[in-house]
């Protein structure tokens, strides 16, 4: 296992001579209780020097357990980047084509908290393995640890929600993606749905400042899952944008008959995740639609969006999108 060194730390692989340190660290309920599905604190030296064992045996070119230490060599914590165990009935992904999710995770001594030096021993960590070809990195949280949840923002991760994807309980994921991970659009799968979801909220953007924003937010979410859940049948379709695994991005199209008669090619949905915008990510899906109706042979694509949505609507006239249809609201006073 590689040592890796940040501006004060360095991250070596453990020794025997850490057994003291580790039992110190993981006898302590309050550096545990968030660790994994069962926390339970170490209790002997054995256990510690048995642990230090099979930390030191994950040895892979990428993955890794590590003791952190200060410049000067004192141990203050355990950083690991390893494959992560998925739930019962997710599929087992650990083949060269669909390898396992990657976590990363962290612990320290009391007496370190407070430096940053969780923050920093993941950033150094997650830049090398960006560098040794990984793509994307999750880090799974107990949803009570906001000091972990903390982290991950600062590390630039981007919270994905609550899943039950992970270690049979529910935790709150967070996701880094590598920053120049190459776009790849393709068809929609089942196995998008859970990260399709959760672009919905952004459709809210633009909607007028007079509707009730729940509902709102109630019916994007809907179209969505309605666009998402019709994705295979005939004369529908939706791409997906992926960065290193990530969903960052999505378009649904549809045939839909115009009043004159004609069958248009319609856009229901197109989003792009905030950290992902002004990447030409919104331009490859667009280019992904306009293709799909090519192919069908329909001569035009049509979309609705909000009057006040000045950003998509500066983008689609920049792609040639021309207004067709204004829709006109007054408030009656009844
Ligand atoms: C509208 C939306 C889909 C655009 O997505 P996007 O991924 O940011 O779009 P792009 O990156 O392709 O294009 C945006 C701008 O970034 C520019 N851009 C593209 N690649 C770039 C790069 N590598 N560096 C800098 N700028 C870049 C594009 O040229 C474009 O500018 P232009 O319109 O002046 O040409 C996105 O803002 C979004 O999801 N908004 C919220 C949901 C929404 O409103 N959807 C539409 C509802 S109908």
């Not at 070596?12 to 660790?35: M, Q």
């Not at 950033?123 to 949840?149: E, I, M």
């Not at 672009?199 to 969505?224: F, K, N, Y």
């Not at 004369?235 to 069958?263: K, P, S, Y």
Request: aromatic content about 6%; proline content about 5%; overall charge negative.
């Amino acid at each position: 296992m590689r040592t890796i060194t940040s501006d004060r730390l360095v991250l070596r692989p453990w020794r025997d001579e850490d057994a003291g340190f580790l039992l110190d660290l993981e006898s302590r309920w309050e550096v545990v209780r968030f660790l994994g599905p069962h926390p339970a604190t170490m209790s002997t030296r054995e256990d510690a020097l048995a642990s230090i064992a099979r930390r030191r045996a994950l040895d892979h070119p990428v993955h890794g357990i590590w003791a952190i230490t200060t410049a000067d060599g004192h141990p203050v914590g355990n950083l690991l980047l390893k494959p992560i165990p998925l739930s019962a009935g997710n599929p087992a992904g650990e083949s060269p084509d669909d390898p396992a999710d990657v976590e990363i995770g962290w612990h320290l001594h009391p007496d370190a908290w407070g430096h940053g030096y969780a923050t920093e021993a993941a950033d150094a960590v997650l830049r090398d393995a960006f560098d040794r070809g990984l793509t994307r990195v999750l880090a799974v949280t107990h949803p009570d640890n906001h000091a972990s949840q903390a982290v991950c923002r600062r590390l630039g991760m981007t919270a994905r929600g609550r899943t039950a994807k992970y270690y049979d309980t529910v935790f709150e994921l967070f996701e880094a993606v590598r920053p120049d991970a190459a776009v790849v659009v393709r068809r929609y799968a089942p196995a998008d749905r859970e990260a399709a979801l959760l672009l919905a909220p952004r459709l809210r953007i633009g909607v007028a400042p007079w509707r009730d924003g729940e509902a709102v937010g109630r019916a994007v979410a809907g179209w969505i899952e309605s666009s998402l859940d019709k994705a295979a049948a005939d004369g529908q379709d939706v791409f997906v944008a992926v960065a290193g695994d990530a969903v960052v991005g999505l378009v649904t199209v549809t045939e839909r008959r115009h009043f004159a008669g004609e069958i248009d090619a319609y856009v229901g949905e197109l989003v792009v995740r905030a950290d992902h915008e002004h990447r030409g990510v919104g331009t490859l899906l667009m280019a992904e639609a306009e293709e799909w109706a090519r192919q069908r042979g329909l001569r035009h694509l049509t979309l609705d969006t909000g009057a006040a949505n000045h950003g998509a609507r500066a983008f689609y006239a920049r792609r040639g999108y021309q207004e067709e249809d204004v829709r006109l609201t007054k408030r009656i006073e009844c």
